[in-house]
């Protein structure tokens, strides 16, 4: 069974810029998640999704956005970039589909932003 | 606020002894707890859990202890290994905070060295 893939692994932009990362899940799962790690802050939340619509939602300015799609990948935008978004951001996918968190996230290999 | 705390950012052990890693929680809401360990350039990868109506997990060599009235757990690895060396979250759920909740909270993690 495939495991989580994460596109790009690895990206250079600048200040001002927007990008956006792409998330294939396991197949089957339908809750994507969305984590941002930096060396001071570890792991944060972003958002989740199942079923197109967003469940929860971190405490990220309204730049960092996301959405899901019917075969359930996942993307998220960062616009206008800021030196502090340089992070790895990790995608995980999950079965779980009501009731809350019963299991394991599953990670991706993340993809590692460096803004300049 | 950091709701979840790994207050040793390192810790060293020797081949074949025990690894004692902690983990504090100041949400009294959490009641799913998981351990994840992270080598470089990977994502994280699923160790162990735990619910809140349980005390202690045990898979293989690593188990995990909770204690609800400290707010504290810890992941035991008896032997360690070598291969062990990794970055080890701790995460927390709080399944039944209202609505559905799906999002994890993780410690910012400690550096496991085990030394041969």
């Known amino acids: 069974k495939a495991g989580v893939t994460q596109t790009p692994r690895y990206l250079i932009k600048t200040r001002g810029q927007q990008v956006t990362l792409s998330c294939s899940p396991i197949?089957?799962?339908?809750?994507v998640s969305w984590y941002q790690q930096t060396p001071g802050q570890g792991l944060q939340f972003l958002f989740e999704?199942?079923?197109?619509?967003?469940?929860n939602k971190g405490n990220f300015p309204g730049r960092f956005s996301g959405r899901q799609f019917s075969n359930s990948r996942s993307e998220m935008n960062v616009s206008t970039l800021e030196l502090g978004d340089s992070a790895l951001y990790l995608c995980?996918?999950?079965?779980?589909?009501?009731?809350?968190?019963?299991?394991?996230?599953?990670f991706g290999e993340g993809s590692r932003l460096t803004v300049l | 606020d950091q709701q979840v705390k790994q207050n040793s950012p390192s810790l060293s052990v020797q081949e074949g002894r025990i690894s004692i890693l902690n983990c504090d929680y100041t949400?009294?809401?959490?009641?799913?707890f998981l351990w994840y360990k992270k080598y470089p350039a990977e994502g994280p990868t699923f160790l162990i859990s735990?619910?809140?109506?349980?005390d202690k997990n045990e898979d293989g060599r690593f188990t995990v202890f909770l204690n609800k009235s400290a707010k504290h757990l810890s992941l035991h690895i008896v032997p360690s290994q070598p291969g062990d060396s990794a970055v080890y979250f701790c995460?927390?759920?709080?399944?039944?905070?209202?609505?559905?909740?799906?999002?994890?909270?993780f410690g910012k993690g400690t550096l496991l060295t085990v030394n041969p």
């Open positions: 735990i619910s809140s109506i349980k």
């Open positions: 949400n009294s809401m959490f009641d799913y």
């Open positions: 999704y199942f079923s197109e619509t967003q469940r």
């Open positions: 995460a927390a759920s709080a399944r039944n905070s209202g609505g559905s909740n799906y999002k994890l909270t």
């Open positions: 995980a996918s999950s079965p779980w589909t009501s009731g809350g968190i019963t299991g394991e996230l599953f």
């Open positions: 197949s089957g799962h339908r809750s």
